[in-house]
């Protein structure tokens, strides 16, 4: 058994999965917190790919200079095919014992906490995670690094679409990413002052297509701007439009595909400072002997979330924000 206070002298760190702004915000403060705190740092580059790899340098305070601004990951991301196997695991475990490695601190969305959930239990191996994606989908933390980013994004190009669509009569779908979560289309939807939201929690229920436009596209609005979350059940809005032109041929509909736009840009600070506190708490909570959680904030405080818990799923979209965009929207 390794990965007591006693035994941690070196902390490795990594950026897995899609890359959000504030993830080299993370970075800064875990390196900068652990030199601090006496540890040595190493930065594992592309993710669990460059820990099989053993694709690992030393970090230095110097290392994480002038980054704090910038979107994306120094340390670079990529999907690892490998670590998705035993051996490959068995691999990363060796490259990164070789390298002196006795805990790691991983930033990423539900794939990569769950990578580290089942590296932390077959190798024992002390891990913390940071929750690092746009989609705020994680359980246990209120939000996510980069999901306030990518709200601020959208919101500043559903403004723009906004102009062009007041000038034409128009029905506007801009697709956001979260396909499993409704999150960025619900609250930017709001933010923006769009006429709807369609996102995966309601579309079982109801078909807001059919809803909008016999409800909310009212003679007096001659033109809407409808928020989608990407769905491959639904074809997204590309298939909302294509519905359009068949169910509804009397509107003209466009779409906006807003894509990987989402995920870059230099972080708001509320990113900023979310990922600063956050790389913090990640090197108290090995101090304090924590491993396999995720860092979370929780009504303004840090708290431990088990693995398991911020991989399930289980964020609840607010029915009374879906019911905001109705009633701000006639």
Same mark, same amino acid.
């Given at each position: 058994?390794?990965?007591?206070?006693?035994?941690?002298?070196?902390?490795?760190?990594?950026?897995?999965? %899609?890359?959000?702004?504030?993830?080299?915000?993370?970075?800064?403060?875990?390196?900068?917190?652990?030199?601090?705190?006496?540890?040595?740092?190493?930065? +594992?580059?592309?993710?669990?790919?460059?820990?099989?790899?053993?694709?690992?340098?030393?970090?230095?305070?110097?290392?994480?200079?002038?980054?704090?601004?910038?979107?994306?990951?120094?340390?670079?991301?990529?999907?690892?095919?490998?670590?998705?196997?035993?051996?490959?695991?068995?691999?990363?475990?060796?490259?990164?014992?070789?390298?002196?490695?006795?805990?790691?601190?991983?930033?990423?969305?539900?794939?990569? @906490?769950?990578?580290?959930?089942?590296?932390?239990?077959?190798?024992?191996?002390?891990?913390?995670?940071?929750?690092?994606?746009?989609?705020?989908?994680?359980?246990?933390?209120?939000?996510?690094?980069?999901?306030?980013?990518?709200?601020?994004?959208?919101?500043?190009?559903?403004?723009?679409?906004?102009?062009?669509?007041?000038?034409?009569?128009?029905?506007?779908?801009?697709?956001?990413?979260?396909?499993?979560?409704?999150?960025?289309?619900?609250?930017?939807?709001?933010?923006?002052?769009?006429?709807?939201?369609?996102?995966?929690?309601?579309?079982?229920?109801?078909?807001?297509?059919?809803?909008?436009?016999?409800?909310?596209?009212?003679?007096?609005?001659?033109?809407?701007?409808?928020?989608?979350?990407?769905?491959?059940?639904? %074809?997204?809005?590309?298939?909302?439009?294509?519905?359009?032109?068949?169910?509804?041929?009397?509107?003209?509909?466009?779409?906006?595909?807003?894509?990987?736009?989402?995920?870059?840009?230099?972080?708001?600070?509320?990113?900023? +400072? @979310?990922?600063?506190?956050?790389?913090?708490?990640?090197?108290?909570?090995?101090?304090?002997?924590?491993?396999?959680?995720?860092? %979370?904030?929780?009504?303004?405080?840090?708290?431990?979330?088990?693995?398991?818990?911020?991989?399930?799923?289980?964020?609840?979209?607010?029915?009374?924000?879906?019911?905001?965009?109705?009633?701000?929207?006639?």
């Amino acid at each position: 058994m390794f990965g007591t206070m006693a035994t941690i002298k070196c902390i490795g760190i990594l950026t897995s999965g %899609g890359d959000a702004p504030g993830m080299n915000a993370a970075i800064r403060a875990v390196t900068r917190t652990a030199i601090y705190n006496g540890f040595t740092v190493k930065g +594992i580059m592309r993710g669990y790919h460059g820990l099989v790899t053993g694709e690992i340098v030393d970090f230095r305070s110097k290392s994480v200079s002038n980054i704090i601004q910038q979107g994306g990951t120094i340390l670079k991301t990529a999907r690892s095919k490998e670590f998705r196997t035993a051996e490959g695991r068995r691999a990363a475990y060796e490259k990164m014992k070789a390298a002196g490695i006795d805990a790691l601190v991983v930033i990423g969305g539900d794939g990569s @906490l769950s990578g580290a959930k089942t590296f932390a239990e077959e190798f024992d191996v002390p891990i913390v995670g940071l929750p690092g994606t746009i989609d705020n989908d994680l359980g246990g933390t209120d939000s996510t690094i980069g999901y306030d980013t990518a709200l601020n994004t959208i919101v500043e190009a559903v403004d723009k679409l906004r102009d062009t669509a007041s000038s034409h009569e128009r029905l506007f779908f801009v697709e956001v990413m979260g396909h499993t979560a409704g999150f960025l289309a619900l609250n930017s939807a709001i933010a923006s002052g769009a006429e709807a939201a369609i996102i995966p929690e309601i579309e079982t229920e109801v078909d807001p297509l059919a809803e909008l436009i016999n409800n909310g596209f009212r003679k007096s609005k001659n033109s809407a701007i409808v928020l989608v979350a990407e769905n491959p059940e639904t %074809g997204g809005a590309m298939g909302l439009a294509q519905r359009i032109k068949e169910e509804f041929p009397q509107y003209d509909a466009r779409v906006t595909i807003l894509g990987h736009i989402q995920r870059g840009g230099s972080p708001t600070a509320i990113d900023r +400072i @979310l990922a600063s506190r956050m790389g913090e708490a990640a090197i108290e909570a090995l101090k304090e002997g924590q491993r396999n959680v995720m860092i %979370g904030i929780k009504n303004g405080q840090m708290v431990y979330v088990p693995f398991s818990k911020a991989v399930a799923h289980n964020n609840s979209i607010n029915r009374a924000m879906l019911d905001l965009v109705k009633i701000l929207s006639i």
